[in-house]
């Protein structure tokens, strides 16, 4: 039997992180495959989508900026997929193509099982508006939490965010801007805050700086920066200071790659052998992008 391709695809790609953990799944598992990083400026994603269908790729991860070109192309969706609006990975099944997201699953499982959280009956904060605080705030919506706030830079984003999400999951979701008062009075009372912006990232628009006011922090609280370069990031190191537990974002980068792994081979692969290389790529720091 030939060797397996899996691709990762988007534009720009730089030097995304995925290829080297799948990688290392795949080998850790034994399986005849290779992972690779296939550049897809926009309009050619729809040829990848039909090497999938062909069998000339056994599957996908798709990620800025085609993840609703890949939502509108497939031929069934997953509950994930369909309330997110986006597709961050195509399966193949007889010819037929399904589109799952893993952004949701994998930041809840990373959230559980690396940070001992249960989000049930939570007060919780999502820092950002985009794509990634989407999953966040369906996954924690989908988990009976007390309250959501989302804060973002721009009060409209977060505002359309939280009354979409509100609408399909039912708890009625918050928003503010980073600056607002509602903002530090909503900290105050919860125990978990996400950040999904790009402040903080190396290579982003502020990498020297935390997204909120760090004296808003506190020790009663689990901070997850789902960003992972640097490993610990400026909102993180705040957080520590502070006496409050902390989450990177490689668990939830390792977590959902993980899960789009069990829905193109039916295995659980090494989580293991995935961090190992996850961390030492990160490690090597020659990372500049990617997802
Ligand atoms: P993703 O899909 O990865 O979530 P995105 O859609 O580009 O990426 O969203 C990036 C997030 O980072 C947004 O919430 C953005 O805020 P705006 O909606 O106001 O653009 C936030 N962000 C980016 N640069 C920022 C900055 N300098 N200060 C505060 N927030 C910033």
Redesign the pocket.
Request: proline share 10%.
């Given at each position: 039997m030939n060797t397996r391709i899996y691709a990762v695809i988007g534009w720009p790609l730089g030097h995304s992180l995925s290829p080297i953990i799948q990688q290392a799944a795949f080998d850790a598992a034994q399986l005849d495959a290779t992972y690779v990083a296939i550049p897809t400026p926009p309009g050619d994603e729809q040829l990848r989508f039909h090497e999938v269908r062909k069998g000339e790729l056994s599957g996908l991860n798709v990620t800025?900026p085609h993840k609703h070109a890949a939502f509108h192309a497939m031929d069934s969706l997953t509950e994930a997929a369909n309330s997110l609006g986006a597709v961050n990975t195509v399966i193949c099944d007889n010819g037929q193509l399904r589109g799952d997201n893993t952004d949701l699953q994998g930041f809840l499982d990373s959230l559980r099982t690396f940070g001992k959280f249960d989000p049930t009956g939570a007060n919780a904060v999502v820092l950002?508006?985009?794509?990634?605080?989407r999953a966040v705030v369906h996954a924690l919506a989908s988990s009976q939490p007390k309250s959501v706030l989302v804060a973002?830079?721009?009060l409209r984003?977060a505002q359309a965010l939280a009354s979409s999400v509100t609408e399909i999951r039912g708890p009625k979701i918050q928003a503010s801007t980073?600056d607002a008062d509602q903002l530090e009075d909503q900290l105050s009372k919860s125990t978990l805050l996400v950040n999904?912006?790009?402040?903080g990232m190396v290579g982003?628009?502020?990498p020297d700086k935390s997204?909120i006011n760090p004296s808003w922090l506190h020790k009663n609280l689990l901070v997850f920066d789902i960003v992972y370069r640097p490993t610990t990031t400026p909102l993180l190191h705040a957080a520590e200071l502070m006496g409050a537990k902390t989450l990177g974002g490689l668990e939830m980068l390792v977590l959902q790659g993980a899960a789009s792994f069990k829905q193109w081979t039916g295995e659980n692969p090494s989580l293991d052998a995935m961090f190992g290389a996850g961390r030492a790529a990160l490690s090597r720091n020659q990372l500049t992008g990617g997802s």
């Open positions: 800025i950002g508006a985009g794509g990634s605080a973002n830079r721009t984003r980073l999904t912006t790009s402040v982003g628009p502020e997204p």
